[in-house]
């Protein structure tokens, strides 16, 4: 350890010393910042230029200053609690002093910073459909993980196994056709998996980017779907040091989460660790009780070590994280109704008894998994001359395991490793004429091992590159960008044979069997964005863009062969698939004013060869079993995808919210009969309703009070995939929910923050359409199908930050 410091030091040193005498120049930036209602100063505003990772704090008399900074043209943003945020586009060159005045939030949309097409942007200049999740947003609700904490947004969703473990849908696709951002690159841990969640830490993360449609080029074209951008917590102001503590506790399943972050800035030297450890017992609902081994454990360290001046930065960040979820199978007692435990007796499994008595424990049963993802990123922004490279460069190793042999609980059967190498070059050339300019080439390098006794895909490596070209252009009212890419990759399957005892063996071994073939796949696109943004007045725009999407593929699509415990099925790859192409067309308009704001967002998708898995049958009609499993296999098909969501903010008095949006989905198969017509797992047509009034505003012991009441409505949902028993129709339920929260203050500054939740208040028993455990075993005493959603969950929610 000491000698990784020592290396460290010499590293940071090195590279400031190299780069120090960079010609961009050394200027400082002051000013005040007061509020519009009565010119008072306002304590604690953030001040932050997002590109250059720089910011200040206000003072007790509001005042802030930022020093070290390159004399260059970029974006200056403004956030306070309860009050509408600042963008701006400051040249440092001419800019010494800037004063603003916030007012306070109404129903005017936000501005928001986002990384779009050409860099740092705002929403409303951008042509994709875009959707912010803040900070405080994160804070004020329940969720279980990362993935249910923004489920609720507009066109997005969530494919659950349980509590603990959530896969993101964006418009009705998932899997491999979301990419997530975590930390500057592609999150990746094995995703193609229907129980493989997004190996994150909730607590670390400071606000969401929710990209949707095949728009955002610069983070690949994987992202049919969209992309997910989960941020971390700004760099803090020179000077600074704060500690924060966190914790939450949930009713229903017993959840205790708690978070300890320290950061800091000295003198540019900066630091930010944080150590986060989540645990649960099984959840329960007024059907089926607590659902057994439905518990997990998670545990995350992560921490950021770097240097900023004023010819860039340089940061490496680390990541650790453990989670540890059960494998809900749902299998039951026909007599009782009561979920099966496994049991050993003499040293040998036993017959599966009937239990209810272990849903209060946080221990893991059987079967379980144990999940580990490891990270290093080294993330690199420096100033040449007008323009400025940014280089990235990430290793990732991801260790998937599964224990399902009571007889040997510690003996696992899967074993998936994952070793991935991502890289990202980009440079963003100097503003000419008012147009910005991004050139660029990132990928990846893969890695998989079957390590395990029992195995489902082969192991494989990739390698995958691509190259981007983006532009933009501001002409008054009208914003127009777009931007091409082309993408190559490879895959390599790799063969693997086993005797009649399972176990691997060479190929010419005498009676060896060939559980996977040697393969070797190309695959090659071109996706490209075309749109443009219109504001006709301050309080109505329009956005209009045309994209085209690419994705290869995935390992398990193409030759998956064997039992997955945790999806409880077998499951077949298909090698003679074709890469999926779309075109994608979005509309949309809005309108935003102090009383009232909206927001329509329509969009039309045509995908060739969309991939997707079907149930297969026998000769006799019935379900095919194979080693004692429901057998899918991928197949493909053209498909179209169309659907839209509808928000509105109304402000009837000051002091009062009534947030409403609506979103629908349709996904069919084109030229198919009515039972093969829809695609499988489509979201529900989704309602969500609330109204919230802030009880204080401005108080000098309690502030930005509230109180909420809200509406969650999920439609019926009969546009499934019938054929073979694939899907069935989900009838439609609404939840009822309810929060409260408040900030603590002292000689104007927050010294905690409380929230209570109640989550499903009235207690339904409901089944999400993308819940996989809808699918599970029926229960012969009640003949319901499958294992029900959380019931009535109760949350508190403690936030403490310290400074010093």
């Known amino acids: 350890m000491k000698k990784l410091y020592i290396i460290l030091i010499l590293f940071f040193s090195s590279l400031n010393a190299i780069l120090a005498n960079t010609p961009v120049g050394n200027v400082s930036l002051k000013g005040k910042v007061t509020d519009q209602r009565d010119g008072s100063p306002l304590i604690g505003v953030n001040i932050y230029f997002p590109e250059l990772k720089e910011g200040a704090i206000t003072d007790n008399e509001g005042r802030y200053v930022i020093t070290n900074l390159p004399t260059i043209k970029t974006t200056l943003q403004v956030t306070y609690v309860g009050h509408q945020t600042i963008v701006r586009t400051i040249d440092l060159k001419a800019v010494r002093v800037l004063n603003f005045s916030l007012k306070e939030s109404n129903a005017e949309i936000n501005e928001v910073v986002i990384t779009a097409l050409t860099g740092n942007s705002l929403i409303k200049h951008t042509p994709s459909p875009i959707s912010y999740v803040s900070k405080k947003d994160l804070e004020q609700q329940s969720s279980t993980n990362i993935i249910d904490a923004i489920a609720k947004q507009p066109g997005v969703s969530q494919i659950t196994t349980g509590s603990s473990i959530s896969k993101p849908v964006i418009r009705g696709l998932g899997y491999n056709r979301v990419v997530v951002i975590h930390d500057g690159i592609r999150q990746e841990g094995q995703q193609w998996g229907d129980e493989h969640g997004i190996e994150i830490d909730a607590q670390g993360v400071n606000s969401v980017e929710i990209l949707k449609g095949p728009a955002s080029l610069i983070y690949g074209s994987d992202a049919m779907a969209g992309v997910i951008n989960f941020k971390s917590a700004p760099i803090l102001p020179v000077g600074s040091v704060k500690v924060n503590v966190s914790s939450e506790y949930q009713t229903n399943n017993g959840l205790f989460n708690y978070s300890i972050n320290t950061a800091g800035n000295q003198k540019g030297f900066i630091w930010n660790w944080r150590y986060s450890d989540k645990m649960a017992h099984s959840y329960k609902n007024k059907y089926d009780g ?77 079967p379980y998994q144990q999940i580990y993802h490891y990270k290093a990123v080294w993330d690199n922004s420096i100033v040449l001359g007008e323009g400025h490279l940014n280089t990235t460069v990430g290793y990732q190793q991801n260790r998937r395991q599964e224990f399902e042999d009571i007889v040997s609980p510690d003996d696992y059967g899967l074993y998936f490793q994952l070793h991935t190498l991502n890289y990202d070059v980009r440079y963003t050339l100097p503003e000419v004429h008012g147009y910005k300019v991004v050139i660029g080439a990132n990928g990846m390098y893969q890695r998989s091992l079957n390590k395990g006794t029992e195995f489902l895909i082969p192991g494989y490596n990739l390698f995958d590159i691509g190259t981007f070209v983006m532009a933009s252009r501001n002409f008054n009212k009208l914003d127009v960008s777009g931007g091409i890419r082309f993408d190559h990759r490879h895959n390599h399957g790799k063969s693997l044979y086993l005797n009649e005892n399972e176990e691997v063996v060479n190929k010419n071994t005498a009676g060896s069997e060939e559980k ?227 900030d603590f203050m002292h000689r104007g500054r927050t010294i905690a923050s409380l929230y209570l939740t109640a989550n499903n208040l009235m207690n339904k028993a409901y089944q999400n359409h993308l819940s996989r455990l809808k699918y599970a075993d029926e229960n012969a005493l009640t003949g319901r199908k499958g294992v029900y959603n959380m019931g009535r969950n109760f949350g508190i929610k403690l936030l403490i930050p310290l400074s010093f």
Request: hydrophobic letters at 30%; one cysteine or more.
């Open 516 to 742: 996977f073939t040697d393969f070797s796949r190309n695959f090659q696109g071109i996706s490209g964005s075309l749109g443009a943004t219109y504001q006709f007045s301050d309080a109505w725009y329009t956005k209009l863009n045309l994209s085209r999407g690419f994705r290869a593929p995935n390992i398990s699509e193409l030759a998956s062969n064997g039992a997955h415990e945790g999806t409880i099925r077998y499951e077949k790859g298909n090698i003679n698939l074709k890469p999926e192409s779309s075109w994608q067309a979005d509309w949309e308009i809005g309108y935003s004013s102090p009383i009232i704001s909206g927001e329509l967002s329509l969009f039309a998708n045509r995908i060739n060869n969309y991939i997707f898995s079907h149930k297969l049958l026998d000769d006799t009609g019935e379900d095919l079993l194979t080693d004692g499993y429901k057998t899918y296999q991928f197949v493909s098909g053209d498909a179209r995808i169309l659907g839209g969501e509808v928000s509105v903010d109304i402000h009837p008095v000051e002091r009062m919210h009534f947030q409403n949006t609506f979103s629908y989905v349709n996904s069919a198969q084109l030229n198919q009969p009515d039972s093969t017509k829809y695609l499988p797992f489509t979201p529900a047509p989704k309602w969500i309703s609330e109204i919230r009034y802030d009880l204080i505003r401005h108080g000098k012991t309690l502030n930005n009070t509230y109180v909420s009441l809200g509406l969650e409505c999920n439609l019926k949902q009969d546009h499934v995939y019938s054929a073979f028993g694939t899907e069935t129709a989900t009838p439609s339920y609404t939840l009822l929910n309810a929060s409260i929260g408040t």
């Open 290 to 366: 607590y659902v057994y081994d439905s518990g997990f454990r998670e545990r995350a360290v992560s921490g950021l070590l770097g240097i900023s001046r004023n010819w860039g930065y340089s940061h490496l960040i680390l990541d650790y994280y453990h989670l540890t979820p059960g494998i809900v199978e749902g299998e039951r007692d026909e007599e009782t109704g009561k979920f099966l435990k496994p049991v050993v007796v003499n040293g040998e499994e036993g017959e599966a008894i009937a239990t209810d008595k272990d849903g209060r424990s946080y221990g893991h049963q059987m």
